[in-house]
């Protein structure tokens, strides 16, 4: 299912407008997750994430490192998710996510605020626009999160074309 485009009447809301991106991922086991319709284009992490598997993941050669990210040991109840937006993405203006148990509750919501550039081994919340157009978030204690079998995620970034 494709959306219709958006013309706007004052070219200027085009750039300036922040558009949603969301991404659902039901929780299938401790640490593992799968994206709700198969197939989006991200990458979601749990644990260790190398350089190359980033470069891999946004198509660009270290936008954001993985010490950036903690990605060699992302800390327990702590996710990566990176998106390739092939060079669309201009600026993020913050991110957030919520975990649901199966029942469809919510037992955890965090927000994240947008930065020009991811904090190492530190334990906030932070999402970025990459210099090749790219999107990185970082969360850090998702309350439950690792001890999780079911369930479902949902994140959404709020970010503004180029």
Known sequence: MSQTSLVYTNEKHAKSQPRPLVFRLDITGAK???FVPVGADA???YDALSQAAID???GSSSEFLAAALD???LGANDAALLVPMRGQCGKVAGASVKLYAEDGSLTQELNCKA???????TPVNECAAGSAGNIVVKFKDITGLDAATDGYLVIEIHWVAK
Not at 115 to 121: P, Q, W, Y
Request: no cysteine; aromatic share 0%; proline share 0%.
């Open 115 to 121: 930065v020009a550039t991811l904090t190492a081994s």
């Open 56 to 58: 891999a993941a946004l």
């Open 32 to 34: 593992t997750s799968q």
């Open 43 to 45: 990458l979601l992490a």
């Open 71 to 73: 990605a060699t040991a």
